[in-house]
């Protein structure tokens, strides 16, 4: 029996995206794929559009609805946890704007056998930012990785704050999801730091990142602000490796 694979896509106001993306996830045909969206009460009607994907593709895209905006973060983790309660054996999480390709699935699910997190990186060798970026943006995108996450925290992954990954059902069980506190954009950085803190086996495979074409972004200059305000709180959070002790229990 193949693998099982759950896509699970966070969306906020992403009703025209939202077919797209799944419809190109589909296109691959990928033996024991699946898809949850989870949606935070869109005011687009994204949710609602969600709901017919599920009826137009039965059993192949699922949706769980929250009340309201609850952060990327809660939505990741509910997200995951669903993934494991329905047995899937590799987890991926994407955004819905294109931002990542879904060419890169295939490839992910090579190297999961190997590893313990594929992690899509715009800055390993290879790896790409959209051309249309200004140096501007470029310069804070990479000074927030390479200077901020990696000096502050040590992590060793070029792109800490990467939002296009997979990860073995065992590294999510390993990291243990309850543990997780980050909610917002930090949480990848946390997902991050906890893996290689458990010697997790991580690997950067190069991606083009692309901008979204279509629907507005969330991260705004004070929800940057924040997200890079929040490294000290990881930091502070796993002060000592106590933090860390349960997780490494072994069953
Ligand atoms: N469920 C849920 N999804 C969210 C939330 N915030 C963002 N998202 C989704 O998370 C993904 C990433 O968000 P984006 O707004 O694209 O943020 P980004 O990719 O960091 O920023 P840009 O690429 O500049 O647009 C998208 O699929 C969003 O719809 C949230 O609070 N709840
Ligand atoms: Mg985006």
Excluded at 94 to 119: E, G, K, T
Excluded at 209 to 221: L, P
Aim: with cysteine.
């Amino acid at each position: 029996m193949s693998d099982m694979t759950v896509v699970v896509i966070p969306t906020y106001n992403e009703v025209e995206n939202l077919p797209a993306i799944t419809a190109a996830i589909l296109a691959l045909h990928l033996e024991g794929l699946e898809i949850l969206v989870v949606d935070d009460a869109s005011p687009d009607g994204t949710g609602q559009v969600a709901d017919e994907l599920t009826r137009q593709y039965p059993g192949q895209i699922h949706v769980l609805h929250r009340p309201g905006k609850l952060g990327l973060g809660t939505a990741y983790v509910q997200g995951f946890t669903w993934a494991l309660d329905h047995g899937a054996d590799n987890i991926i999480q994407m955004d819905a704007d294109f931002s990542h390709s879904p060419n890169y699935i295939p490839q992910f699910l090579d190297l999961i056998r190997d590893y313990d997190v594929v992690v899509g990186s715009r800055y390993v060798r290879g790896g790409q930012l959209d051309k249309r970026w200004g140096w501007g943006r470029w310069f804070l995108s990479m000074w927030a990785n390479s200077i901020w996450v990696r000096l502050l925290l040590g992590v060793k992954t070029r792109d800490a704050t990467a939002g296009f990954k997979c990860w073995r059902r065992s590294a999510l069980e390993r990291i243990g999801l309850q543990h997780i506190r980050s909610n917002g954009y930090i949480f990848q950085v946390e997902m991050c730091y906890v893996a290689e803190k458990l010697g997790l086996r991580i690997k950067e495979i190069p991606i083009y990142f692309e901008d979204r074409h279509i629907g507005r972004s969330k991260m705004t200059a004070p929800v940057k602000l924040e997200a890079a305000l929040r490294v000290f709180e990881i930091r502070w959070r796993y002060r000592s490796r106590q933090r860390l002790a349960h997780q490494e229990e072994v069953p």
